[in-house]
């Protein structure tokens, strides 16, 4: 019998660790000898983790929009290409941090109309500290896509609990069961979690949300009850932005981070490859919730040296004079 493939979804907000958690799913697999491929969905025009990462796997790049809106209809065909050409056991599909869970699955359910592929968990990954200060504030589109997101879950990681404290923890910890009270909910740092938990339901033989020839296997989650579009009012991302910036000079490690200490708080997300004039590596820089991240890298091949930032309503101008200073081009003129 045709064999069928099992289908991950990832979501969270921006810089939540879904990417982190791909890593790890990727080794797991590689272990397990199973054949993934990936569908990376970026608002940017550049996957900067794709610069770097590991070439092996079969990767379709959906770029500069979001999947659950603008580019939703590419979906279903990258997901048929990839089952074609690379005949993986599972396909991972890394949801932009704005993207509507729900929309996802409706876009993977129109895919199951003509290919045998199950969606067999959507893992939804939450920034604790993030969360725990949204939840303070009870308000915003953030606030509102966070819930949306933790409520679609079939499992939910509650990642960076190492930069909360254990009372904090528990109070986020709450406030997941309530908006979700059906998916394991499980405290990890850096999502590192046990892999047979997340996915025990492949082993099992019991997806949760199976669509084969437009039948529903009628599983017992609600998300099979809401059946993906219906009832659900769909939120536009128009308010959220993206700016490219690629650099033609090596600038200095310190100014950076000065920028970066700088940058407006409506820019909530950025990522790159840097190359300073004061050091001798390159590094993947990350920049999530107000936490920067600086990590060697060894590129293979050309790579160039680039920023995408995401948020909303900036001065993509302002950023750009700032970071033209950086490399020494600035002119008053
Ligand atoms: N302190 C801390 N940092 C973490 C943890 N997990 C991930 N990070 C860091 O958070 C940043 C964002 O992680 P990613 O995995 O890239 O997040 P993402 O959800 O893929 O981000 P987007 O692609 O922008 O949506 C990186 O610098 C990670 O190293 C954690 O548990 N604790």
Redesign the pocket.
Known sequence: MERVTSIYILS???????????SRLLAHFKHQELRPAIVMN?IGEVNI?GLVGDEKVPTAEMLSGCICCTIRSDLSSEIAMLVDREHPDVIII?A??IANPMEILDAVAEASLYMRIQVNQLIT?VDAAHLLHLNNEQKGKTYRLMQEQIRAASFLVL?????VTDLEKETVMECLERWNPHAPIVP????DLNMDELLKRDTQGHPRHEHRHGEDSGHDHKLTDNDCTHGHAHETHDHVMSYTYYFSNPIDSVEFERFIAGLPRDVY?A?GILTFSDTNSRFLF?Y?FR?S?FMKITPQGQVPDVVVF?GEHFQKSLLKEQLEKLEGKHTDA
């Open positions: 969270g907000f921006l810089g939540s660790g879904k990417t982190t958690l791909l970026e983790e890394e932009t941090g990954v990642n960076k609990v190492d930069q990890a740092v850096r999502c997300r990522k990350q999530a936490e991240d995401i």
